[in-house]
C-alpha cells in the first residue's frame, strides 16, 4: 500500500517534470468510431468554428462520439446563445446524431446532444457540455513546451441571454436573464448567418459591450487577463476594475487516458504576477443588486491536432457584483493592489492531486487604507473575480479538459460618517481560490439559467460539473482599521 503522502508527493513530482514529451496511447485495433478525414481546404471564414478532428490509430474514441465531416464548412450558423448549431443536414454523420450522443464536427463544436430537430433546411442541435472522457477513452496528449498567451485569438458570442444572472440569493433588480419562450422554434433558433457568425479576431482586447445592466470590456492576456466594467439603473452606479496581472504568460499540458479513466494529468499556467482591484459603487435610492456576468468572449490560442484531437488553450472570465448599501445616499470607493509569485496548476496521478498555487501574496497599495465612502449609513460591496484558463475541447466555458481557475474576491465596508467622531471603520476580506482538475466545472447559477432556458424544449438538464478536481483556498484574511474595539464589534 502506497502511503496517502508518498502518493501526493509523486503528484506534485509529476507536476514539476516540464519535459513533455509525446507518448503512444494504448491499440485498440478499430474499436470505437473514427473521424473523417478532415477537409483539405477550409475557407477562411469557416475557420473562426474551429478545426476538424482527424484520425490517428493512437486515440481510442468512446462510442457514443459521432463524428460529422466537412469541419467548420459544414456550419450554417450559430444561434445567439451559443448554445444550438445549425449544421449541413448533408454532412456525414449528421444523420446519427441524436439526443444522448456526443458530437464532435470541430475542436469548438463537441458536446453532448441535447437536442436536434430539422429546421427548414438546417439541421438544429443544441449541445450541452461533456466529460473528456466522454468524447476519448484512450489517449495521451501533451503540448510541445510552454504555449505562449500573449496572441490569443478572439471569439466573441455577443450577449447571450444567460450572460447575466442574479446571483444565488441575489439582492434586487435585473430580472430574469430566460428569454419568454414558451416552445422552441425557428425564431426561437435565431440565427447569425454564416457571414457574420462568432466573432474572431486577433486582438487581445475586447470592445466594449452591453451585458444586460452592465458595460464591459475583456482584457487578455499580454500584461494582464481581467475586465473593466460599469454599471448604472435603478438608481445604482457602478465602476469597477479587476485584472490578474501577468507577465510573458504561458500555459503547458499533459493528459493520458486509458479505459475512460484519468491515469496522469498536469496543467501549469505561468506569469502571474499580481492582482488589482478597483471599485466605485454608489446609490441616492438606497437599492442594492447581485449579479454575476460570465463574459461570453473566449481568448483562445490553438495548440493544434495532437494525435488527431484539435486542442486550445482558452481564458474567459466571470466578474460579479454584490452591494449593501444601508443609507439611501450610500457609496462606497477604493482600490488595491496585490503581487503573486510563481504559478498556478496542478499535477495528477495515482488518484491524487498536487497543486502549485500563487506564491508570496504580497500587498502593494493597500485597498482598506483607500476605502471611502461618506453616508449616514454603514456601506458595504463586494467585487468578485474568475480567471479560468483551459485545455481542451469546446467553448465559452463548456469546455471538456483540464482547467485551474482562479477567483478572487474582496469585500469591502465603510462605517457611517455619523461615528467618524470615535472612528471611521473600514474593512476589507479578501479572498483567493484555486479550482482545478480534468472535466469540466461551471458556476452553479450559471447552470440553473441555461437549465431554465433547455427546459423550455425538454432537454437537459446539464450538470454543474464532471470530472476530477478539487478547490483549494490560496489566501484568506480580514483586514480592519483602525485596529480599535469599536471597528472589530
Not at 449528421?94 to 458530437?103: I, S
Not at 442574479?166 to 440565427?191: E, I, K, L, M, Y
Request: proline residues 6%; contains cysteine.
Amino acid at each position: 500500500m502506497v502511503a496517502p503522502g508518498s502518493r501526493r508527493r509523486r503528484a506534485v513530482a509529476v507536476l514539476l517534470t516540464v519535459t513533455l514529451v509525446p507518448l503512444a496511447a494504448c491499440q485498440r485495433g478499430d474499436a470505437g468510431p473514427k473521424p473523417p478525414r478532415p477537409p483539405a481546404d477550409v475557407a477562411a471564414e469557416d475557420q473562426r468554428y474551429g478545426v476538424a478532428p482527424a484520425p490517428d490509430p493512437k486515440v481510442t474514441y468512446q462510442p457514443d462520439v459521432v463524428f460529422v465531416g466537412g469541419g467548420g464548412g459544414s456550419v450554417r450558423g450559430l444561434s445567439e446563445d451559443a448554445l444550438t448549431w445549425r449544421i449541413d443536414p448533408g454532412a456525414s454523420g449528421a444523420d446519427k446524431l441524436a439526443r444522448g450522443k456526443v458530437m464532435f464536427l470541430t475542436g469548438r463544436a463537441v458536446g453532448r446532444v441535447l437536442d436536434v430537430r430539422r429546421d427548414t433546411d438546417d439541421l438544429a442541435v443544441t449541445l450541452g457540455p461533456v466529460n473528456i472522457t466522454d468524447v476519448i477513452r484512450d489517449g495521451t496528449f501533451a503540448s510541445d513546451g510552454p504555449v505562449s498567451l500573449e496572441k490569443p485569438v478572439r471569439h466573441d458570442a455577443g450577449t447571450p441571454f444567460w450572460a447575466e444572472y442574479d446571483a444565488a440569493g441575489g439582492g434586487s433588480g435585473g430580472g430574469t436573464a430566460v428569454p419568454a419562450a414558451a416552445t422552441p422554434s425557428s425564431s426561437t433558433f435565431r440565427v447569425r448567418p454564416v457571414g457574420s457568425g462568432v466573432r474572431v479576431s486577433p486582438a487581445g482586447l475586447s470592445d466594449a459591450r452591453r451585458i444586460g445592466g452592465f458595460d464591459v470590456t475583456s482584457i487578455c492576456c499580454v500584461n494582464a487577463v481581467g475586465a473593466r466594467f460599469s454599471y448604472d439603473g435603478g438608481g445604482i452606479r457602478i465602476v469597477g476594475l479587476a485584472t490578474l496581472l501577468m507577465k510573458s504568460p504561458t500555459a503547458q499540458f499533459y493528459l493520458d487516458i486509458r479505459g475512460a479513466t484519468i491515469r496522469r494529468a498536469e496543467l501549469r499556467v505561468s506569469g502571474m504576477v499580481g492582482l488589482r482591484i478597483e471599485i466605485k459603487g454608489a446609490t441616492d435610492r438606497g437599492q442594492n443588486i447581485n449579479k454575476r456576468i460570465p463574459i461570453p468572449l473566449d481568448f483562445s490560442v490553438p495548440v493544434g491536432e495532437i494525435l488527431g484531437v484539435p486542442f486550445s488553450v482558452t481564458a474567459n472570465q466571470v466578474i460579479g457584483i454584490q452591494t449593501a448599501f444601508s443609507a439611501k445616499d450610500g457609496n462606497i470607493k477604493a482600490a488595491g493592489e496585490w503581487s503573486l509569485g510563481g504559478s498556478v496548476g496542478f499535477g495528477y496521478a495515482d488518484g491524487a492531486f498536487g497543486v502549485t498555487k500563487p506564491w508570496n501574496l504580497t500587498v502593494q497599495n493597500s485597498i482598506t487604507d483607500s476605502i471611502s465612502g461618506p453616508s449616514v449609513g454603514v456601506n458595504g460591496i463586494i467585487i468578485y473575480y474568475q480567471a479560468a484558463f483551459r485545455a481542451g475541447l469546446g467553448m465559452f466555458g463548456l469546455t471538456a479538459g483540464l482547467y485551474a481557475i482562479v477567483t478572487a474576491s474582496a469585500g469591502l465596508t465603510v462605517g457611517s460618517a455619523l461615528g467618524a467622531p470615535l472612528a471611521l471603520c473600514r474593512s476589507t476580506q479578501l479572498g483567493l481560490t484555486l479550482d482545478y482538475g480534468v472535466g469540466y466545472t461551471l458556476p452553479g447559477g450559471l447552470a440553473k439559467v441555461i437549465n431554465k432556458f433547455l427546459d423550455l424544449f425538454n432537454a437537459g438538464p446539464i450538470a454543474a460539473s464532471a470530472g476530477i478536481g478539487q478547490v483549494d483556498n490560496v489566501f484568506n484574511k480580514l483586514d480592519v482599521q483602525p485596529d480599535r474595539k469599536i471597528c472589530k464589534g
